[in-house]
Every structure is written in structure tokens, then in C-alpha cells.
């Protein structure tokens, strides 16, 4: 069998189940363990797969990332708890990033109280919610993104390395023990990086279907933000309890 033709069986393996084992691909291709590793290797190069322990685990693309109406409709009620778990940890006369995902946005309700509170935002629709609770909001400028309503590029990642935040809030597309923190667009992954590392505190709010899921993009390791998120099985609980702290809100 040709190496396209094993690549292709392959991926074809992660679509439909999102993670494959090197030992189910060897009868499906008729290759050694060794020319699987190989090819695992080469994908992974490409950027097609992320390689685990035993096989691979299929990326989710900048292509896949859906639409912003599409993730504000999905486990509404989880997303709901996390935020105002995530809303509890802010104080009176604090500078918070919140960022665009449709979790970080379920705090707003829970800030009206606060008082002298900035948000900095790159979400227009955030920004919006806010002025309705009528809370402080800056919103720096760039490139409007259409599909997460999201203000990302060159000029805001400029204009967030002058900023110096208390707290930041984060959205995820996914989160795992190998890849850490990732989203599918690159633009994004830098405005996460930038508002992490300039914040006195960061956490990362995502529900427990992200668990495992991975991205194209990297923003920031396990250990770079505590993760606020709801009831995960036990043995992930565990496992990135190793490298973070992790509270499940119930």
C-alpha cells in the first residue's frame, strides 16, 4: 500500500472517531508498528493529527471552528454555572480580561454588583452585554472576526501587550493532558497567549465536552491558568489535577 493511501485510511480513522490506535491501523493498512510511527510522525508535521500515547487524536481545524450562534446554543446550563463561579472570584476595583468565548461571556450578569470594575474585551458582543449592565468596558481595535464576533490581529495583540490585567477569563475550543489549551485560529491563540501572560491570574472556563478535544492551535500549557469547568469522568480529573488546579463547578 502506498504512503498516501495509508494517510488516507488514517485520517479517515480520526474523522470518524477522533482518536485511533496504532494497533487497530495495522490490520486496516497492512503495515509494521514501525511505518505506522512514521507515518503518525509525518502527519503530525503536517498538522493533521496530534500524536498520543499509542495513537493519534484528530485536530480540529481552523475551518471546523463553528459559528458563534451554534456554541452559544450548546449546554447552556453548565456554561451558565461556570460563569458565576468564574464572576465570584473578581473584587471591587479590579482590570479583568474577559475574552470572547460564549462560556467567559456567562460572568457578565454576575459583575453588576462589583464596584469600580473595568472589563477589557475583544468580543463585541460582550462589550454590548456589558454596556447593558452598564460596567465599564474598553474594547481595544482591530479586525473584526465574523464568525465569534471576536476583534483579533496585529493591532489588538499591540495594543494588549501595554495592558496589565488582575484577572483574565478565557474561552478554550478544547483541552487536554498532551496539548494543553488550544482554539483553531492563530489570531485568537495569540490574543490568549498575550492577556495569560499579562495577567496577574488566569482561568480558563470550558465545559466538560471540551475535555480531550484538541485544536490547531496551542495557547498556553496546562500549568499557565487554573481551569474552571463542570463534572469531568474521574480519571481526567486526576490526571490534569497533575498539572493545574481545577475546580468543577456543580
Known sequence: MLTEERHQIILKQLQMHNIVKLQDLIPLTGASESTLRRDLQDLENCHKLLRIYGGAQNIISFHDEPALSQKVAANTDDKDKIG?????????????????????????????????LLVVTNSVDSASILADYQIETFIPGGKLKSSTKAIVGSTMTSSLENYHFDKAFIGTNGFSIQAGFTTPDPEEASTKEITIKNSNKAYVLADASKCGQVSFNRFAPLRDAELLTNELPSKSLELLSRQTKVTEVK
Open 84 to 116: 458565576k463561579a468564574a464572576a465570584a472570584l473578581v473584587n471591587d476595583n479590579e482590570v479583568i480580561f474577559l475574552d470572547a468565548g460564549t462560556t467567559v461571556q456567562t460572568i457578565i450578569p454576575y459583575l453588576s454588583d462589583l464596584n469600580n
